[in-house]
């Protein structure tokens, strides 16, 4: 069987039910396969409800109605089977729609999974829009959203572009008309938003010395190639209002500027994905800020405002999320400075620091993956945060590097054989992962992370001679 043919099973079987509850998680994936799941649920005449829940755990499957609706998981699920079993779900009521590793369990639920299916670089939205093209091919301006979850979990970074069958989704929208594929484009964060200067200043991959980090040296490297950095009412252009020959200037500029420090230029370039039918200078335009604004709304507990808005509100629920994009840039900039002004603590192999109840746990893996282009990028950083409402509980986020995953580093499996040994549990990618560990059993999870990594570089080490 293949994913499509999992998908067209999965189709028939949610279009045989006449009520269906989704349960999703609240990053932007999970927001937007929740999306693109209700808004073909809805055209289809299926009567449908969502609940979005941090993570499947005890705690929150209490929120999983116990009702005759068939369940629908989305971007969870997949390694939490053994509760959906414990809850006493019938195989026949549940489907699970995921990218994550499998937990074997005593019930068969049905499922569709890309990794099932050797496909590690597409996120749960991505198999979502796969079952939704299965209900209707007039589903296809959903892949739209598609590209915002496969993007959002960073499925494009490693490759600077979507690869494999996320790649053929993007790709659909474009023959569709929905959006614009733009090869070899500049690898920044920002490009529809921010002032070019500022948007060069904050990109750390790949680092450019004398402009990652530094707005001033930034706005100098560019004034230098004569380029019209201001519109004529004085406003800072953005990348993508640069004609062609500007930009070519900028990037041919740049990677004389990183070969000469002895760097390599590769990732300077990368494919993106950018909504002709959305507002110019706004987060909705580009693929990467559509997931930014969604992730912003899922951790300050407004997913549903995130899902409207991928439904198509741009009035009320949009304005919310704006304000909430800027609280989460607030906060996020804030827990930078404490992290950089505190200081972590660094081991052989990983540097870490706890930020004890000072920050909110949805925001500390992206303060994270922010500090470590300011610290060594050679060690993988994990934070640690009390849990308010668990207090014998902490919660761990950990980001690496392209660079320290191509050495062997995965941090999905060194936080989940950690966690697991000390009683709690993690998950995640190689780049980004996260656990919850007992507050007692700190300091011995710390180390053995550490051991675990340490012997990830050896293997790999090993493998290379």
């Known amino acids: 069987m293949s994913l499509c043919d999992d998908a067209r099973s999965a189709a028939r079987e949610i279009l045989s039910h006449d009520e269906v509850t989704v349960i999703s998680h609240i990053d932007a994936d999970g927001i937007a396969g929740e999306a693109i799941l209700a808004e073909a649920l809805s055209r289809a005449g299926i009567i449908h409800r969502s609940v979005f829940v ?42 699970i729609v995921d990218h994550h590793v499998s937990q074997p369990a005593g019930r068969a639920y049905q499922q569709v999974n890309c990794l099932d299916h050797g496909f590690s670089k597409m996120s749960a939205a991505g198999v979502a829009f796969i079952i939704a093209m299965e209900m209707d091919p007039g589903n296809v301006d959903l892949s739209r959203l598609a590209v915002v979850g496969n993007v959002g979990d960073m499925m494009a970074r490693e490759d600077c572009g979507l690869v494999g069958p996320a790649r053929d989704i993007a790709l659909q929208g474009a023959s569709a008309g929905c959006i614009e594929v733009v090869s070899r484009d500049l690898n920044c964060y920002g490009t529809s938003t921010r002032p070019l200067h500022v948007c060069l200043a904050y990109n750390d991959d790949p680092f450019i010395p004398g402009i990652t980090n530094n707005v001033n040296g930034a706005l100098r490297f560019l004034q230098r190639l004569g380029i019209e950095l201001q519109t004529p009412e004085k406003r800072w252009r953005v990348w993508e209002e640069l004609s062609p020959q500007d930009k070519r200037l900028v990037t041919s500029s740049l990677v004389q500027q990183i070969i000469s420090c002895g760097e390599r230029a590769d990732r300077l370039f990368s494919e993106s994905y950018l909504f002709p039918d959305e507002a110019a200078r706004t987060p909705l335009r580009n693929a990467q800020e559509f997931a930014t604004l969604l992730n912003a709304c899922g951790r300050w507990t407004r997913a549903f405002v995130g899902s409207s808005i991928c439904r198509g509100d741009r009035g009320g629920a949009y304005r919310e999320a704006e304000h909430m994009l800027n609280n989460h840039r607030a906060v996020i900039r804030e827990l930078l400075e404490y992290i950089l002004t505190t200081g972590v603590r660094e081991l052989s192999h990983i540097q870490w620091i706890h930020v004890g109840n000072r920050y909110p746990d949805t925001i500390v893996g992206i303060g994270a993956g922010m500090a470590l282009s300011r610290l060594n990028m050679e060690k993988p950083i994990l934070v640690m945060v009390e849990q ?78």
């Open 54 to 95: 941090r993570q499947l755990e005890p705690m929150t499957m209490r929120q999983v109605p116990e009702d005759s609706t068939f369940k629908l998981f989305c971007d969870l699920g997949a390694g939490q089977q053994n509760l959906l079993e414990e809850r006493g779900l019938r195989d026949d009521e549940v489907l």
């Open 388 to 465: 308010p409402e668990d207090p014998g509980l902490t919660k761990v986020s950990m980001r690496t590097t392209e660079r320290a995953i191509g050495r062997g580093i995965d941090l999905q499996l060194a936080l989940t054989t950690a966690s697991a040994e000390v009683g709690g549990a993690g998950g995640g990618h190689r780049i980004a992962a996260g656990a919850f560990v007992p507050k007692e059993s700190e300091e011995h999870f710390v180390d053995r992370v550490n051991q675990l990594i340490a012997g990830q570089l050896c293997t790999e080490g090993q493998g290379n001679r």
